[in-house]
């Protein structure tokens, strides 16, 4: 008996040590999650997270890690960063995202600034431009296999993660695995998508003059907002952009995004089987989606250029064009735009006002938070 | 002794599953189907208008709020939800329309009602609250349902496309809000809830009803937008007229 036991000792403490035909043990790394409160900026509630992915340091640090590593793509040149840039509230500044060998993506890079309340519960489209993902997790297990993307597989990359230096250490201190062999794909999206949660931050002059009113807002950027907001309670204006029917907001949840799908006229088509990008109509397979966008935020668009899901306007001052012509013919135009009555009526002052107020939705406070900067 | 134990111990064991296991509760599905003239309307397809303007017209958004859901008898009546939100606009095949957009009220004590009522719109206490104060899993909770400019709720969005007599083509969109426009509606049902069974309620939304009402007619060709608006401004009126003919819409089956 004194000898099993012995025996039973003595193989614990190789289990610790030595790779075994399941990987190798992480018990001797010690696992003590420290839940991670998430700020909310003001004017914002409290974030809502999924309940099978609690957000702790660790997890969060862990993301912070891939996020940042290149050891995703296929041939290590590219991370989640390279695309999502924090000097341009992590877009890439491209008209479509550049993949590993230079390959061209389908779409423009979305902003990640406030990305974790997109999340609407027991929604299926919450995600990217033809909303194909419920959920940041969904997401971030995506573009590992794009080939436009990272072309990688994630065996191949748990496989790299597992022999690496640092992240069976990581992934231990963050989800408590007891083995390499634990390590897998939803791990590392659940950790990502930690780290995206976090990217909260809505400290624009806007929003200071929220807070303390016509402070900070100068006279042309009130104007702007005006005519961004329309027929405001009590202030009756003469003309309308209608741009908050789609960059919806409340006092208390600045979003300034609806996150819902619609066609701003972007291109001229007869019948809904002609758009060339189908938009969310891949996804459901409703023709009345085709050609149907995410309508995505407005914050800090003065830094997320070029525009639209295929970035084809340079410029704020093309964007307000566009919506001003009235956007092109197509069976299902957003009636926000085919039925507004001032809008192609806005003088060229009028659409300075409306970029003008655009630009105060800049936020840059965020350049200085080292917690959200790469950790290499 | 020990066989004693063990007889004692597995009576105990099914009594309490029996207790908890037994269900003692009934459901309530209720669905809103749209109809136009008569038959399903399916979400996008164009139907002859009814009036002269138009030859036809297409619904691509048709969605509102309805508040205080509540199953009625001569003792009690209990509460079913806060708010929910009457989204017509995913009914866009034929057997979806027919089917109908269906809300369900699962663990419902078993008794006999006879009238249901839910106001059609949000009353303005409701109304003055805002998203952040709820859960994405409310309505009241997405920001997409607000309307920033008003300090409102949208409670209702119509929209559409038209073609018209001399076949141009048009679009619409009126959207109700603010304060004073939700509309009370109660009906006079046998609604009997009953244990281990679902009690299936359906309301049409009559599509014609929406536009076509005797003295509440709105006409979407020359009043084609409208996002409420001042307290008596034509924009408002017709916004009010919208939540009405929806309230006035729904008929049970």
Same mark, same amino acid.
Do not use: C, D, W
């Given at each position: 008996m004194y000898r099993l036991f012995f025996a039973y000792v003595v193989l614990s403490w190789c289990a610790c040590e030595i790779p075994t035909q399941n990987g190798t043990s992480l018990t001797h790394i010690d696992y003590d999650p420290v839940s991670y409160t998430i700020d909310a900026p003001e004017g914002f509630p409290p974030m809502e997270i999924p309940t099978d992915n609690p957000m702790t340091e660790d997890g969060v640090n862990l993301g912070r890690h891939l996020f940042y590593d290149p050891i995703l793509s296929r041939d290590s040149s590219i991370s989640c960063s390279s695309c999502h840039r924090i000097e341009k509230a992590f877009t890439d500044g491209l008209s479509k995202s550049v993949g590993i060998e230079g390959r061209v993506g389908r779409r423009n890079a979305m902003s990640? #600034? +406030? #990305? *974790?309340?997109?999340w609407v519960q027991n929604r299926p489209h919450n995600f990217m431009w033809d909303g194909r993902m419920a959920t940041l997790e969904d997401q971030a297990l995506e573009p590992i296999e794009d080939p436009n993307e990272m072309d990688a597989d994630w065996n191949t990359i748990m496989d790299r993660l597992r022999n690496h230096d640092l992240y069976p250490t990581l992934f231990r201190k963050a989800? *408590?695995?007891?083995? !390499?062999?634990?390590?897998d794909k939803f791990l590392a999206a659940k950790a990502i998508a930690q780290f995206e949660r976090i990217l909260n931050s809505a400290s624009s002059r806007y929003d200071e003059d929220r807070w !303390?009113?016509? =402070?900070?807002?100068n006279a042309q950027e009130l104007r702007g907002f005006q005519l961004f907001l329309g027929d405001a309670d009590g202030s009756p204006v003469t003309k309308d952009g209608e741009c908050a029917h789609c960059h919806s907001f409340s006092s208390?949840? /600045?979003?300034? /995004?609806? +996150?819902g799908f619609s066609n701003n006229g972007l291109d001229s088509v007869g019948a809904l089987n002609e758009f060339i990008d189908l938009g969310l109509g891949e996804v !459901? *397979? =409703?023709?009345?989606?085709?050609g149907q966008f995410r309508e995505v935020t407005v914050r800090n668009v003065g830094l997320t250029a070029p525009y639209m899901h295929d970035g084809r306007f340079n410029t704020l001052e093309e964007v307000i064009d566009h919506y001003t012509s009235g956007g092109h013919p197509a069976p299902n135009l957003a009636p926000e735009i085919a039925t507004a009555p001032s809008l192609r009526y806005f003088t060229a002052q009028e659409k300075e006002d409306l970029v003008a107020f655009l630009h105060a939705l800049t936020d840059t406070s965020y350049l200085s938070r080292d917690d959200w900067k790469s950790p290499f | 002794m020990r066989l004693l134990l063990i007889t004692l111990i597995t009576l105990l064991f099914f009594n309490s599953c029996d207790k908890e296991c037994e269900n003692t509760t009934g459901a309530l599905a209720i669905s809103f189907k749209p109809i136009y003239t008569g038959s399903s309307y399916v979400m996008f397809d164009d139907v002859n208008a009814l009036n002269n303007d138009l030859i036809d017209f297409s619904l691509s958004r048709f969605e509102f709020f309805i508040q205080g859901l509540t199953l009625h008898n001569d003792n009690d009546s209990i509460s079913l939800s806060l708010a929910e939100y009457i989204d017509i606009t995913q009914l866009n095949t034929e057997q979806k329309a027919m089917d109908g957009f269906t809300l369900k009220y699962d663990s419902l004590t078993p008794a006999s009602y006879n009238q249901i009522s839910f106001t059609v719109g949000l009353t303005d206490d409701i109304n003055s609250t805002t998203p952040d104060q709820y859960s994405t899993q409310s309505p009241l909770g997405l920001v997409s349902n607000y309307w920033a400019g008003w300090n409102s709720y949208i409670l209702s969005k119509l929209e559409g496309n038209t073609t018209r007599n001399d076949t141009s083509t048009g679009s619409f969109l009126i959207h109700s809000g603010v304060n004073g426009m939700s509309v009370v509606r109660s009906f006079d049902l046998p609604i009997e809830i009953v244990i281990n069974e679902q009690t299936d309620l359906i309301f049409n939304l009559a599509i014609d009803s929406l536009f076509?009402?005797?003295?509440?007619?709105?006409n979407v060709d020359t009043s084609n937008m409208s996002h409420s608006g001042s307290p008596g401004s034509e924009a408002y009126n017709i916004a009010k007229k919208s939540l009405s003919n929806i309230a006035n819409s729904i008929l049970p089956n």
């Open positions: 990640l #600034i +406030n #990305i *974790g309340y997109s989800f *408590g695995i007891e083995n !390499t062999e634990e390590m !303390t009113p016509f =402070v900070y807002m208390g949840k /600045a979003l300034f /995004a609806r +996150n !459901t *397979g =409703v023709e009345q989606h085709n | 076509y009402s005797f003295n509440n007619a709105i």
